[in-house]
């Protein structure tokens, strides 16, 4: 027998088979800069200055940490888990880009553009909120909650109505919470190596 074909023949090991679980990682980052953000949001902080702190967190947390989770998952071939951490990510990262750079030259279009923008956003969570019913019910929440925020914060900037405003942040508080559960379910139920914390399949699992 030819040594090709012995290798040809021989089982491959699976490469992402050593590759850490990137889920918590990219929830927990996506979690806590969604919190600090939404705080200033919902009105409960209301020193404009303090804002300065979520640039930091968008750019190294939110945004590097969360899309190279993304990276990731595109190696363990998890589609879902790719584009939402990527994409979420990028978010973040052009979300800093845009508040530190762009924002403050636009005057008096700023909210028509920054409505704009997270009507864009809201459309993508939108539909990776119907993807999600097949993932389980921990990450659906996140997304059923992100999706409120998103369109809340949305008709707040084009309306101009702080109240809606504020409503988009106490959303993105519940939504930062869940997105913390989900992340903590995954640590805790690998570390552990069984189910302390469920995160409800919603669909049975195949054989």
């Known amino acids: 027998m030819a040594t090709k074909d012995v290798v040809s023949e021989t089982p491959q090991a ?14 927990a980052a996506f979690a806590m800069t969604t919190f600090v953000l939404s705080a200033f ?39 879902f888990g790719a584009l939402a951490f990527t994409s979420y990510g990028a978010f973040w990262l052009s979300f800093a880009a845009y508040a530190k750079y762009i924002e403050p030259s636009l005057g008096a279009n700023s909210a028509k553009a920054t409505g704009i923008y997270l009507l864009g956003w809201t459309i993508f969570t939108a539909y990776m909120t119907v993807a999600a019913v097949q993932v389980n019910g921990a990450v659906l929440s996140v997304f059923v909650f992100l999706t409120l925020t998103f369109l809340a914060l949305t008709v707040g900037e084009f309306t101009g109505t702080k109240s809606i405003a504020h409503v988009g942040g106490y959303l993105g508080l519940i939504t930062a919470v869940l997105a913390w559960y989900t992340s903590f379910a995954g640590v805790t139920n690998f570390t552990f190596k069984r189910t302390v914390l469920p995160v409800v399949p919603l669909t049975p699992k195949t054989a």
């Open 14 to 27: 699976d490469p992402t088979a050593h590759i850490a679980d990137p889920g918590p990682l990219g929830l």
């Open 41 to 79: 949001n919902s009105g409960l902080v209301a020193d404009e200055k303090l804002k300065a702190v979520v640039l930091p967190l968008a750019l190294f947390y939110g945004g590097l940490s969360q899309f190279m989770a993304g990276m990731w998952e595109f190696r363990k071939a998890n589609t």
